[in-house]
């Protein structure tokens, strides 16, 4: 198999293990024992009867790929369809307590913009939920270019989360999953990496200057709602990059304080990428583990952790016991295939 195909196999069946396995302590308020946490995924689990089911995270996930995979190409009107037809067939796979609203109204109201209802949440700001970054890996292994995961990334936010912390926070997750697919493990550089995203970040923000500043320039400027500065994932990548060169065994609070581990994507994703770094380059088992011990979101934190990390790591490096537990690990490796065929396809386009 080529290692490509086994990267991408990594990145689906990642996401989807870290989700079903992280679902189990989703909202715990306090980090996880490291022996609780590998307890749980390492041994209670054999005993499961039933496979372990996955949550929203894999559900938009799997939507994604279904319409990639359809139509041979991205289009977010049929992402968006395929969005709405997920959540009315499975409504209970523990969706975020708002996106419930946008299918709806994307049902009902069927908008020539399928970003509108998005736009409407929360007064106007749209919802800075992670629930964009948690699906986005698909995009990352269909994408050719950088610049195309950035297209291709924003609209596929906007669906659903049109708050800028929301749809960035996307942005971070589909680049350190495409960054991490070209990488030989096991000798990650920490650094590069961190700096690869950190420029992502920067342009990120100073692209969000001019455009407010157009808006200003132009007389577009809201006086009722004045927007707040956007959340500065710069800023939390740089304190990540020492926090990481300390070189120093981190207690999980010590991260859960710099990072935060809630459904804001601006936690989420951090914690993710964090996970990631500083526990994936030992193995795919323990990063997601890791990532689940941080408490809080745990089965969105994880299954970002998961996707960065199978796509350094590929499938064959994933518990063998967790991929014959987890729900829906075959349809995920037949997913990534038909991505990678589509991708070799585009290849000759260019
Ligand atoms: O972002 P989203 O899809 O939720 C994903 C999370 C993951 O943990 C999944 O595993 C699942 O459990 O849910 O869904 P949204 O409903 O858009 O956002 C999630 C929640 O974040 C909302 O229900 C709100 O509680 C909160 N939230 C906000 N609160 C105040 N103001 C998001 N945006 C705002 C806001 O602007
Ligand atoms: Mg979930
Ligand atoms: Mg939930
Ligand atoms: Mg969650």
């Known amino acids: 198999m080529s290692k490509m195909l086994h990267k991408f196999r990594g990145t689906l069946v990642g996401a989807l293990v870290g989700d079903c396995l992280g679902s189990n302590y989703e909202g715990v308020s306090s980090t996880l024992p490291w022996g609780e946490v590998t307890d749980y995924t390492l041994k209670r689990i054999k005993d499961e009867k039933e496979p372990i089911h996955y949550t929203d995270d894999t559900a938009m996930t799997r939507a994604i790929c279904k319409s990639l995979t359809e ?15 997920e959540f009315f067939k ?3 796979r523990g969706y975020g307590a708002a996106v419930g609203t946008v299918f709806k109204r994307l049902r009902d109201t069927n908008p020539e913009d399928v970003t509108l209802p998005a736009r409407s949440q929360f007064d106007g700001q749209g ?16 994408s050719r270019s950088s610049s195309e995961v950035q297209k291709v990334r924003n609209e596929n936010a906007l669906i659903t989360h049109a708050h800028i912390n929301g749809v960035n926070g996307a942005v971070l997750q589909a680049e350190a999953v495409f ?4 990488l030989e493990p096991p000798n990650l550089n920490t650094d590069k990496f961190i700096d690869d995203l950190l420029e992502v970040a920067k342009k990120l923000e100073e692209e969000y200057e001019e455009s407010s500043k157009e808006k200003e320039d132009s007389g577009h400027i809201s006086t009722s709602s004045p927007q707040k ?12 990059k020492e926090l990481l060169n300390k070189g120093e065994t981190l207690e999980p609070e010590t991260v859960v304080e710099t990072f935060g581990n809630g459904i804001r994507a601006e936690e989420a994703v951090p914690a993710a990428i964090f996970s990631f770094l500083h526990k994936g380059r030992e193995s795919f088992q323990e990063s997601v583990n890791y990532a689940i011990s941080l408490g809080g979101d745990t089965d969105t934190i994880a299954s970002m952790a998961g996707a960065i990390s199978g796509a350094y790591w590929g499938v064959n490096e994933i518990p063998e016991l967790w991929k014959s537990k987890c729900e829906g690990v075959e349809e995920a490796i037949e997913f990534a295939n038909k991505i990678f065929e589509l991708k070799e396809e585009r290849k000759d386009d260019e």
């Open 179 to 182: 960054k991490a697919l070209p």
């Open 229 to 240: 500065k956007p959340f500065s994932y710069f800023k939390k990548l740089k304190e990540m």
């Open 90 to 92: 499975e409504p209970d």
């Open 71 to 85: 139509e041979k190409k991205y289009d977010n009107r049929s992402i968006a369809k395929a969005f709405v037809q």
């Open 127 to 142: 919802s800075y939920g992670n629930g964009a970054a948690m699906r986005i890996s698909p995009v990352a292994l269909y």
